[in-house]
C-alpha cells in the first residue's frame, strides 16, 4: 500500500490540486489532463451528472492505473449512509454536498470509517487496495487514508463551518454557486460575497487540521485564493 497519502498532505495544509472531470473521459486523455496540470487527484461527481456503480468502479480502476486518486460527490446530503457502499466501488474519497446539520456530519463519519473509529461494514471486492489484504490492516490503513469532505454552500453553513469541521473530516469545501443564492436570501448578513465567506472559513478553521476547498476552476487564481487560506484547490 505504497500511493501517495493525500489525507495526510491536506491535513498538513499543503497546496492540492485536483481537476473534475466526467466519469466517462478515456483513459489517455484523463493521463494528459493529469500529467499537464500536475493533478494530486481528480473529482467525480453524482450530485449533478449522470452515474452508475458499474461505470464508477471502471473509472475508479483506470484512474488507478495511473496512481491518481478518486474523489467522489455522492448524489444527496440524506445519502450518507451509502457512503460505505460508495467506497466499496473505489474512490479514495467522498464529498457530501449542501451540508448544513452536525447530524449529517456525524452519520458521514460513522459510514466512512471503519471500526473502531466509524461502523463503515466489511466487504466490496472493488475497494481501494482490497486485495489481498489482513482485515484489520486494511481498516488501519484505509482509516488514515481515505478522506473526507463536507460542502458547505450556504450562509448557514459557513457560520457554523467550525462545528460541521469534526474529527474524521478532511476537508471543508465550498459550492460557490449554491453558496450565492443562499447569500441572496440573506441581504443583511455581515458576510456579503463568496470571498468574505472563505476568509471567514478558513480563519475559523485555523488551528484545525480540517483544510479548505476552493472550486477555483482554473491555475490562474490559485494565489488568490491561497492567500485567503485556501490549499486544496478543484479546477
Known amino acids: 500500500m505504497t500511493q501517495t ?22 483513459r489517455d486523455s484523463l493521463a494528459e489532463r493529469v500529467d499537464k496540470g500536475g493533478y494530486d487527484f481528480v473529482a467525480v461527481d453524482s450530485q449533478h451528472a ?12 483506470m484512474a488507478d492505473e495511473l496512481d491518481i486518486p478518486v474523489n467522489f460527490r455522492i448524489k ?16 479514495s474519497g467522498i464529498e457530501v454536498p449542501q451540508v448544513e446539520l452536525e447530524e449529517t456530519v456525524d452519520e458521514a463519519v460513522a459510514y466512512f470509517y471503519y471500526p473502531q473509529q466509524g461502523i463503515r461494514s466489511w466487504g466490496g471486492a472493488a475497494r481501494k487496495n ?6 484489520l490492516q486494511y481498516a488501519d490503513w484505509w482509516n488514515n487514508f481515505g478522506m473526507l469532505w463536507m460542502q458547505i454552500e450556504s450562509i448557514e453553513a459557513v457560520t457554523h463551518a467550525r462545528r460541521l469541521a469534526k474529527d474524521g473530516v478532511d476537508c471543508l469545501s465550498f459550492g460557490p454557486t449554491d453558496l450565492t ?33 476552493f472550486r477555483n476552476g482554473n491555475p490562474s487564481t490559485r494565489e488568490k485564493y491561497a492567500e485567503m487560506g485556501v490549499t486544496v484547490f478543484l479546477e
Open 5 to 26: 497519502n493525500l489525507k495526510k498532505r491536506i491535513r498538513q495544509k499543503e497546496h492540492i490540486y485536483g481537476v473534475s472531470v466526467s466519469m466517462m473521459i478515456e
Open 50 to 61: 449522470a452515474f452508475s456503480e458499474e461505470r464508477l468502479v471502471a473509472f475508479c480502476n
Open 76 to 91: 444527496h446530503t440524506r445519502n450518507t449512509y451509502l457512503i460505505g457502499n460508495y467506497l466499496d466501488l473505489g474512490p
Open 130 to 135: 482490497a486485495a489481498g489484504t489482513e482485515r
Open 181 to 213: 443564492f443562499s447569500m441572496e436570501s440573506h441581504p443583511n448578513h455581515a458576510l456579503q460575497s463568496v470571498d468574505e465567506c472563505v476568509k471567514y472559513v478558513a480563519k475559523e478553521l485555523e488551528g484545525c487540521s480540517t483544510a479548505v476547498c
